[in-house]
């Protein structure tokens, strides 16, 4: 789509009208809605919703836009964010030995599967910093120990700053990211290989194989202090048998790891994911 | 839900302000939207929209939303159909010999998973007539034959205007409803044994099973005057093996059946259904 | 199938000519293998077999089966053993106050999808009394509280006795049995409403909605003494969606519940099913 | 695996005794077998079984296998076929302008998920050179035309004998095979883009669109002289919306394509497909 669009992701408290005053706002501007959905969270109390217009022909420059709708939103009560699709975001990639998740993004980035760039691979390894010079990009390995781990996240910190990161994918990292960094650096995607809550932690595919299940899951989630708790984007699962050994569970793990964390990247950057509280709402 | 809610359904011509224009609609006489979803087929040019506000505060007597709506509607070109939550709509379901998705509906209205009646059951076969007693419904058994086609139709049709019937079930009734009985009833949902358009016609599970598929499925569809060839509602599949026999098909697919009709059942009578050509937009 | 058939289940230490050594026993009294399958655990160091053959024009009488084969298996270190197909299991089904699974199992006996009887239910409710009686079943109301649970489950064990039953399912029994009445009777299928080991123990749906999953899901599994944690014979799964309240997971998951309880009851019941550790395989 | 592994795909009329022939052959020998999978084929009247067991210990000189084994099997009137584990399979890989299977293929191999050898890509189209190049693979670019397809085959054909190669790979290669070249080279896998037997033929993807499915999918089968009739390897499928264009379907379709190839290629390169009539096992 050539025509560049505006997305407003808004959540607040439920009242009277709030469709209304949205569309109207748009409408007085003379914009196009083309994509609209909302949620009501009963239980909650809360209206979310999603509102995409096309910026051809909108009569308030860009720059107004915020402000405008901020004279609006703040008496509702409402949080809101504004993304405009020609604001290209920039994704560093974190990982660790295994390559097929950051294979599988760069190629669906080169195919544009979705709209991003990627500048900036982090590694705790050398080992992938071959694919990184393969498709030209910037490979950064930094260690990882318990004594320098604090050091290292204040490197890791500087190089996003340095790039202008927007996002960070956590594409089979293996590592924790601490507190601190997570507080400074909030925009974290990872995939975890369990169909979260089950097999929180370390070896899920050896736990799964243990426990005996028929069906095992990937999950990807926005990185929270609290290990593999974080909001869910995205699951998906497959089934296995008896006949299938812990290589094998790997290796039917990866088909999923792969596609549930690429979905869960291109729902976020077409700002389809709103996070309230521990939960999305993911408007597709 | 004991608060009722109107439902809109609508389709019309793209163009802006639409969103504006129906939710101030809404809001100016005092409703508050609980859901509302939209779609636009930017190849037809169309805007599809579902909106579900609460009658409980809404200041039009119910008796004049459609006339209030109709004056916004037709300069915007808009086909439409607006539906109360608290008018039950009456079912009659179709059957032949199979009984699982007849028991499987009638469950699940006692169940409550759908709001409706079901007053009535129609078959050309007597076997079913002792599931009808069982749960106290009308059974009315009309013998099919090449012969005499023209006239039962007319009888069957005059059942579904004494019962006041607002929708028929085919469900596993596996006789061709004639092109004019569709015209003068076309709420008609029928469920296919096959992933449509794969095996249209009779016997899908014979020939998946000659052609060695590795996946069955079931297809919940309005009933067209061309075979098989109708909106569709709802798919789903199960995977099969070389294992599997014709008569294991038939019965793996039975619980496709079951599940897709209901589905189709469901959604079509919470109003989430909308046709337009030969696709349907499915509100979820 | 109305010649009747023998199976056996064999585990035993893994060694050569394994499967020469049963094949021939069979071969040699004039069997026809209709179905053998095996595996090798080669972590456990494990041969596992299920070897089915038409008792048609075998020469061995059928109580001299065991023996005779037993004389094979010894030396093997084999734990085997053997069914035919025309004995037919007795069920009983314990349920408390939800009536799906009980519907279910009840309709697809009559539809033969499984050979077995299901001469008695067992609640700790009235309520599904009218099921039972609508289909000619015997119905035994046992109040379970937490001062009479002793006498209640001597009295459970005494009706599995006086009705001959060979097979117990939990089909949403609601109730935690204990340890001692699983020693002396260990032949029970549970369903959990969760995929285990997610959500172990109470209100999985709230907790899956709280947790804000994508996925939720259903296992089979047989009772140990540890809740929830015996082995699974199958799991399930459905996506759910933000829009999707508990209610609605509630609703999602009795379609799963339902038709994971029913595999896992066919499987077990057509001699699929080997338990070894805390793990099964499932031979389909 | 390090120990080498012979493998025999057997099909031949059902007869008393066959396990314990062939079991006993294997034994006899010395031969530890590590798994073993039969099937009956009741309508056909076929045993179909594939049977594996480790060469360490194995008392037979690999030359004299195929030999012994015939003398067993021609009274039978089996038709059987014998691979060992460490002889690596040598593929080309044919595409056109799509290089996401291509990709998908090379990864797995390179990640040693199947094994195999891949010498050769051929294409109508100069486009994937770069990727030919970029993992050292020899790259041959040969136009099709309405008039010169014919020499264009001979010289497909003689690349193949040239290369070696044992298994040709349609990975998305969009051109009609000849009926004469499949006779001269039968062992070729494709991918359709679509759940045959829907959509046989161009444009699948559109024509699901306009069909309104809720499903698509992709199969991967052998070539056949008859276009995307030949016997079925795998298949699998996802769900759609009416929010997918049919650039959506394009890619939600890709990833299925993917690994619903890269699963049917690594089944056969297992010998765990047996092809008769037009129907496959698949010893999984």
């Given at each position: 789509m050539i025509n560049p669009t505006a997305t407003l992701l808004i959540s607040c408290p439920d009242q009277r009208g709030l469709v209304a005053k949205i569309a109207n706002f748009i409408y007085a501007n003379g914009g196009n809605i083309i994509h609209a959905d909302q949620h009501t969270d009963f239980a909650a109390g809360l209206f979310l919703t999603r509102i995409e217009w096309q910026l051809n022909g909108f009569n308030l420059p860009r720059e107004l836009i915020a402000p405008a709708f901020n004279a609006i939103a703040q008496p509702l009560g409402a949080k809101w964010e504004i993304r405009f699709s020609d604001t290209i975001p920039r994704i560093a990639i974190w990982v660790s030995r295994q390559d097929h998740c950051l294979f599988d993004l760069i190629w669906r980035q080169r195919a544009k599967e979705f709209i991003a760039e990627i500048p900036l691979i982090i590694s705790?390894?050398?080992?992938l910093k071959v694919v990184a010079e393969q498709f030209g990009i910037d490979y950064q390995h930094l260690t990882i120990t318990k004594d320098n781990k604090i050091e290292q996240e204040a490197q890791q910190l500087e190089l996003l700053q340095n790039y202008k990161i927007d996002l960070v994918v956590l594409?089979?990292?293996?590592q924790i990211v601490s507190r601190d960094f997570i507080a400074k650096f909030p925009q974290i995607i990872n995939i975890h290989h369990?169909?979260?809550?089950?097999?929180?932690?370390?070896n899920p595919y050896h736990r799964a194989f243990e426990r005996g299940v028929k069906i095992i899951g990937a999950t990807a989630h926005y990185a929270t202090?609290?290990?593999?708790?974080?909001?869910?984007i995205e699951q998906d699962v497959v089934r296995v048998s008896h006949r299938d050994e812990v290589e094998d569970l790997v290796r039917k793990g990866k088909d999923l790891e792969r596609v549930v964390l690429a979905r869960a990247v291109r729902l976020h950057l077409q700002n389809r994911v709103l996070v309230y509280g521990n939960r999305t709402v993911v408007f597709e």
């Open positions: 705790n390894h050398p080992n594409a089979k990292y293996m369990s169909f979260l809550p089950a097999f929180v932690g370390a202090p609290d290990l593999d708790a974080g909001p869910i």
